[in-house]
């Protein structure tokens, strides 16, 4: 079974500068899709970013990116020029691509904080 | 509007009461997820459905039940055999294969 790991339960980061989240995973499978969600105090979940395991490309949205690295199962997100509204705690998630396992894995989240 | 409806809220049940929560979409996605969130937690699957009449049980799917006679609901039953079902419950939409999940605004269960 697929396992997400998010190494920091808690981090925090001066307003504008720039932090990252880091999340490691655990497959047998070549092809996956791995996923950034945000969810603010109104603990609506949001998707943050996507990426898709055959794409060599890290993904980008904003001032949000990630660092992909397959080999090494790792899938960090960087947060650029920090705004006190990305506060939030921050999920990362494995999706299988094979039919009949799509369902999001979760890791256990990291709360960040944003300071003025 | 198109989007995900989660009801109630907030629910309060006294123990040895069943409890349903209400997940409504119309979005037209085929899939539908049931997580239960807590603290330190993340998010654990407690059922899932593919298509209308199945569906298959997640991670965590003790003393819960669920039905899925139409594409736009997907209500969860929290039994009297839930030992602990305190929780925040998360409803999630996914429109095919290899999509993210939409997600409801959540339904807080507190046993009292």
């Known amino acids: 079974a697929q396992t997400v790991t998010q190494s920091q339960p808690e981090m925090s980061v001066q307003e504008a500068e720039t932090v990252t989240l880091s999340c490691t995973y655990d497959?047998?499978?070549?092809?996956?899709?791995l996923f950034w969600y945000k969810q603010p105090p109104s603990r609506q979940m949001i998707l943050v970013i996507r990426q898709e395991a055959y794409k060599q490309q890290n993904a980008t949205e904003n001032r949000f990116s990630v660092n992909f690295q397959k080999a090494a199962k790792s899938f960090s997100l960087k947060i650029s020029d920090s705004q006190l509204g990305d506060a939030a705690m921050y999920f990362c998630a494995y999706r299988s691509t094979q039919g009949g396992s799509e369902k999001l894995v979760f890791g256990k989240g990291t709360k960040l904080t944003v300071n003025p | 509007d198109g989007g995900i409806t989660q009801s109630p809220k907030y629910l309060f049940r006294k123990e040895g009461q069943n409890v349903t929560l209400s997940c409504e979409q119309n979005?037209?996605?085929?899939?539908m997820y049931w997580y239960r969130q807590d603290p330190g937690q993340g998010l654990r699957l407690i059922y899932y459905?593919?298509?209308?009449?199945?569906?298959q049980k997640g991670d965590i799917a003790e003393g819960y039940s669920v039905s899925r006679e139409k594409k736009e609901s997907f209500p969860l039953t929290v039994t009297s055999a839930q030992k602990n079902p305190t929780a925040f419950y998360l409803c999630?939409?996914?429109?095919?294969?290899?999509?993210?999940?939409?997600f409801g605004e959540g339904s807080r269960l507190t046993v009292l």
């Open positions: 497959t047998s499978e070549s092809d996956y899709y």
């Open positions: 999630a939409t996914a429109s095919g294969f290899g999509g993210e999940l939409f």
């Open positions: 459905s593919q298509i209308v009449n199945d569906f």
């Open positions: 979005l037209n996605h085929d899939a």
